[in-house]
């Protein structure tokens, strides 16, 4: 969804959360480590404090066969998600050492396509990108060169891993699709939001598995339900953006809205209410309790051990979810703004590392 000011509400969410400050995090990572090295007896890991800032994928990407110019495509990758998507960065880091290198360009390139409104001046430049990243991933699939470090990093994991086309296409075809849509156009039900949901968040899990050498139909449907649930949630936290900017709620569907007396018609064309907290808090609901629906039936599934990593992206939805039940669904509460989606940074960095060794999600 597009307002005229070109801004991807979307992706806010993505963004650095107002109360951290990227000069504090690697004073988190220190206590992290404290605290890791004080309780590893228990939960049998230990890591240093390099282990998480320089051991991310350098390792993967320092080898023979990896050139300058490849090692500093991924260490831009890994950089762009550690600034633009925190939380999955933390998630990334808690995958083996082998998929790492792979996984951060995938998520670059999510961040990268996700962004390409927000850093335009012009609605129609921001269109332009993501329609060169469409053309991009037809060039990079037919090995031509293109001087974009994201891009050159894909071309690796590309060339040394079997990663469909067709996930990465379906992705930037879904945002083009996004943006292309006017402020009024709003989805007709929750199935239209889960749709979009699995296009742009479960392709990139797809893609992580497929990088990963991870062939698992239960993986897959587990991955769909895990995009589905975080895409619901993400666009959920997008609402106050709308509502601030053009007094809409464009991702409360209209069946939704009606259903809990937020619908409005004026010349012919439907608008959803702003000035019913209540009722909004309900349709909030209404949307995040088939998030959590999902979340329950991926972690139903007998998922490959392998696989489980590339899946703690739940974690994070699971905190959302927490978190918006704390606020009694209220997308405007300003708890949901505090730290990593609600929590302190440091809660949530031992909330995933528990789930990480556990082998759950």
């Known amino acids: 969804m597009r307002d005229k000011g070109g801004q991807n509400p979307e992706t806010l969410s993505t963004l650095w959360p107002s109360s ?91 961040v990268e396509t996700s962004r390409a409104m927000d850093v335009a001046s012009d609605q129609r430049i921001g269109l332009m990108r993501l329609l060169w990243w469409q ?49 009024t156009d ?49 666009l959920l936290k997008s609402l106050p953006y709308h509502a601030n900017r053009k007094s809409c709620l464009p991702y409360i569907p209209l069946k939704v809205a009606e259903k809990h007396g937020l619908l409005v018609s004026e010349g012919g064309k439907y608008g959803i209410r702003v000035d019913s907290r209540e009722g909004l808090c309900n349709a909030v609901f209404e949307i995040a309790s088939v998030a959590n629906a999902h979340l329950k039936k991926a972690r139903e599934l007998k998922v490959p051990a392998e696989a489980r990593a590339v899946l703690l992206p739940a974690v994070a939805a699971q905190v959302t979810l927490d978190t918006l039940s704390r606020v009694q669904f209220d997308v405007f509460d300003s708890r949901l703004t505090r730290g990593i989606l609600g929590i302190p940074p440091l809660w949530f960095q031992l909330k995933l590392k528990w789930c990480s060794w556990r082998g759950k999600y």
């Open 186 to 234: 709003i989805q007709e039900t929750v199935e239209d939001l889960e749709r979009y949901a699995e296009d742009t968040v479960s392709t990139i899990l797809y893609s992580t598995l497929q990088s990963g050498g991870i062939s698992s139909t239960v993986a897959d449907h587990a991955a769909s339900h895990i995009g589905k649930a975080s895409g619901l949630l993400l």
């Open 135 to 183: 053309e991009s991933i037809d060039k990079i699939f037919s090995n031509k060169l293109i001087e974009h470090p994201v891009a050159q990093a894909l071309s690796t994991v590309i060339s040394e891993h079997k990663v469909s086309k067709i996930w990465l296409k379906r992705s930037v075809e879904a945002r083009i699709k996004d943006a292309q849509r006017e402020v």
């Open 20 to 110: 951290i400050n990227p000069l504090h995090l690697d004073l988190q990572l220190l206590v992290y480590e404290t605290l890791s090295s004080i309780i590893s007896p228990f939960l049998f890991f230990r890591e240093t404090r390099s282990d998480r800032l320089n051991n991310i994928a350098y390792d993967q990407m320092s080898s023979v066969s990896t050139s300058n110019g490849a090692r500093s495509a991924f260490s831009y990758c890994v950089q762009q998600v550690r600034n633009y998507d925190y939380h999955h960065y933390l998630c990334l880091l808690e995958l083996p050492q082998n998929m790492r290198k792979s996984a951060f360009a995938i998520r670059a390139f999510n």
